[in-house]
């Protein structure tokens, strides 16, 4: 199950990512009326309104917003939801056109129509929010209603990603007459046209989602309800779902957990699903800060990192080391940190920084969040402390902060190094490089790079075979790899646990890693 080959560099895959403009339409009958099924992570939404979200608050928004294109169950090419059908109207790729369902209707009984979806996508930009959404649009000039269910999206350059950010939650279609066009929602309610209504939300302690009987899209409902319980630590996680307080287990399992589950499944009538992503770690670097600015610095601690003592030690081998901020199985992966430092070697970062002039002990203050990926994340910085302090070359304090805090933070530039996890938008290399480059960007850290803002990703959306943009992202990957701003440190593993009796966690994922909860179902009502 584990991967024990700890120091071997790993091997670029390549993977093509197709794109498919459909209309397949899909029934929704809930199963007969029963108890919520409950589910427990250690994930909670950091907002509830889409055009402030850019984080795994996407994982409740996927179950009650709707947006024009998803995923079906195990599939990993976007379909129409919202929509009946989409697809670029022209051969360059910059006008996309979607036509929506008949009937669509919000959770408050509102008509949803194409001018809705136009509100929608225009407010995300015109509220701007910083490490926001709007970074998602920035190929898109401007959106046009045609009378109620046509909708053309023009595009400044071509874009062949467009459709997959389509399927993004931040893409989410809301009611104009619930969300403000200049500010983001404040009353805390939520009112989309997904498979589910939020009929309660307990900031941080529970979300509970009823069926929405008027919903009109592409999920197969299997239950009638669900109710969300958010933890703050593994363990008060892992002694739910075994005290048969939980059904199912998503996101927060710490590696000794996943070991344990697996281990004794059998009588404690548990079963634990390992679902292969392209999840990432790394550290990112604040150059407005005096080390973290320092290209030498960063080098050299790119140098002391022991990335297997870190997913052997720490993780359990449920993760797996990491060398480029591209993970493996996308076009475009590289193995350049491992190329260029090789094994750990304080020796060698020593050198680096007496080129650089530094001879004594850098104070680096790195900050995790407390609270978001599970409890494996204190130990996980520890060793990192450990790792560059017993080098000699570095003196390290760790700072942390609960996710809500933690991300306003960061967002705020008040970090000179923070770890972050992410999470796939979409499951296309571009993902991983637009995100966190730009003057605006996912990390509230601006990272002007017109090399690859203005030339590499522009070659590389103009390209619809998605599997053949491998050399523009190697290029744009080296310039991540030569400035050391981002250090990536594994890529991990998506395990969800649950009771014996729960049915649906094969199709439960979707490609980018968010919990399609209409798919989970008890055996027992079958």
């Known amino acids: 199950m584990f991967n024990r080959n700890r ?29 919520p099924i409950i589910v427990g992570t250690t994930s909670a939404p950091s907002t509830l309104d889409p055009a402030a979200a850019w984080d ?41 056109a979607c036509t929506l369902r008949e009937g669509l209707k919000f959770s408050n009984g509102n008509a949803l129509d194409a001018k809705a979806v136009k509100y929608s996508f225009d407010r995300i930009k015109k509220i701007n929010v910083n490490g926001g959404p709007a970074g998602l649009l920035t190929t898109l000039s401007r959106v046009q209603a045609k009378g109620d269910r046509e909708v053309v999206f023009h595009l400044s350059q071509p874009d062949a990603t467009f459709p997959l950010v389509l399927t993004t939650p931040a893409m989410s279609i809301v009611d104009p007459a619930e969300y403000p066009a200049d500010k983001l929602r404040e009353d805390g309610g939520v009112t989309g046209s997904g498979p589910y209504n939020l009929e309660s939300y307990d900031e941080g302690k529970t979300a509970e989602l009823v069926g929405n009987d008027s919903y009109k899209g592409i999920a197969d409902r299997k239950n009638s309800a669900i109710t969300i319980r958010y933890f703050q630590q593994s363990d008060q996680l892992v002694k739910a779902l075994k005290d048969k ?31 292969a992503t392209t999840e990432i770690s790394y ?20 140098q002391v990192l022991d990335r297997p003592a870190l997913a052997h030690n720490v993780y359990k081998d449920t993760v797996e080391p990491l060398y480029s901020m591209i993970p493996r199985g996308l076009v475009g992966h590289t193995t350049g940190f491992f190329d260029d430092y090789g094994i750990p070697s304080p020796a060698k970062a020593k050198k680096i920084l007496e080129g650089a002039g530094i001879t004594e002990p850098v104070p680096l203050t790195l900050w995790y969040t407390s609270d978001r990926y599970g ?8 060793e990192l402390k450990r790792q560059l302090d017993e080098s000699g070359l570095f003196k390290v304090t760790l700072k ?68 053949a943009v491998g050399e523009e992202f190697e290029e744009a990957q080296q310039i991540l790899l030569d400035d050391a701003r981002l250090i990536p440190l594994w890529q991990g593993k998506l395990y969800v646990a649950a009771d014996e009796e729960i049915a649906g966690l094969d199709k439960l994922i979707d490609p980018a890693t968010m919990m399609t909860m209409w798919e989970l179902s008890r055996k027992t009502s079958w």
């Open 400 to 467: 942390s902060r609960p996710w809500k805090s933690y991300f306003q933070g960061y967002q705020k530039g008040e970090y000179p190094v923070f770890g972050r996890g992410w999470n796939p938008d979409f499951n296309d290399a571009d993902n991983f490089i637009a995100p966190f480059v730009g003057k605006q960007n996912a990390l509230g850290t601006p990272y002007e790079s017109p090399e690859i803002t203005d030339e590499l990703l522009p070659e590389s959306r103009a390209e619809s075979d998605r599997g």
């Open 56 to 96: 795994s608050s996407w994982e409740l928004m996927r179950n009650v917003f709707q947006p024009l294109l998803n995923y079906t169950p195990g599939g990993s090419d976007p379909e129409p939801d919202a929509a009946e059908s989409c697809e670029f109207t022209d051969s360059a790729s910059t006008t996309y």
């Open 7 to 35: 120091y071997l560099p790993p091997l670029a895959a390549v993977a093509s990512i197709s794109m498919v403009a459909g209309c397949g339409v899909f029934s929704s009958d809930a199963s007969e009326e029963q108890a």
């Open 375 to 382: 409890s494996q994340t204190k130990p996980a910085f520890e």
């Open 245 to 275: 307080e939980i059904s199912v287990v998503y996101r927060g399992l710490a590696a000794e957990d996943v070991v344990d589950i697996e281990a004794h499944r059998d009588e404690a009538g548990l079963q634990i699903v390992e679902n």
């Open 283 to 302: 550290l990112v670097f604040n150059p407005k800060y005096e080390w973290a600015k320092n290209p030498a610095v960063r080098k050299a601690v790119a």
